[in-house]
């Protein structure tokens, strides 16, 4: 049998323009969800050619921010650690009860991540949502990666408030984008709750206001 070569990306895009020109974008499905953040018309944006693929964030493992981070004992980014990964804070003030990074504390990204590393990334993250159930009114959280911004492979962990139906799935990280920020020490003392939580459940320490407590 003879194997198909996969196309390129400048193919890809290429076969895209061409069915583009010949039946136009598909209408976008989200409008009529009642999770879609937005009223009116939306307009689609012309799709764009490949270009170079531009550096990410701490390419390399050099000025990569949240290894300086993690290495600063004074820093407020890290909330719980353990000899393999940590739980941070966004540096960003979110709207949302719950948004956090759960990442590996050498720097790696997802496909470069050592066996061990994966393994306790696959513990954790049942058990980071366990913390932030037991602890805040939320359902259940989002667990996102992207990519795209920086190398070091950081999960996102996003919650809504239980029962606040309008915020449910994939557009809940637009909606903590648009939704007016909460006090950052509100929104630090529940990330630290959960940390507390998690260090019950998984071990580690937390780090709390510059100084590292023995879980």
């Known amino acids: 049998m003879t194997r198909r070569t996969p196309p390129t990306a400048q193919q890809w895009y290429d076969e895209t323009r061409a069915r583009i020109a010949a039946t136009g974008y598909r209408p976008a499905p989200w409008t009529g969800w009642p999770t879609w953040p937005f009223e009116g018309e ?3 944006r012309g799709l764009q050619p490949p270009v170079a693929e531009r550096p990410r964030g701490g390419e390399g493992g050099g000025d990569c921010f949240i290894c300086a981070a993690a ?8 909330v719980w650690r353990d000899d393999v990964a940590m ?6 003030d979110v709207a949302l009860p719950f948004v956090a990074f759960l990442m590996p504390r050498r720097h790696a990204d997802l496909s470069g991540l050592q066996p061990g590393e994966a393994a306790r ?35 996102w962990v996003l919650a809504r408030p239980t029962g606040v139906a309008q915020l449910r799935g994939s557009f809940l990280p637009m909606w903590d984008d648009l939704l007016p920020a909460r006090p950052r020490e509100g929104s630090r003392a529940d990330l630290l709750a959960v940390a507390r939580r998690l260090a019950e459940l998984a071990g580690g320490e937390v780090h709390e206001e510059a100084r590292i407590e023995q879980a």
């Open 42 to 44: 939306v307009t689609q």
């Open 121 to 155: 990334m696959g513990e954790l993250m049942p058990l980071v949502e366990r913390a932030v159930t037991d602890t805040l009114d939320v359902p259940r959280v989002q667990v996102l990666r992207y990519g795209d911004g920086e190398e070091h492979l950081h999960w």
């Open 87 to 92: 739980l941070g804070q966004p540096q960003e």
């Open 71 to 78: 290495a600063d004992p004074g820093s407020d980014y890290v």
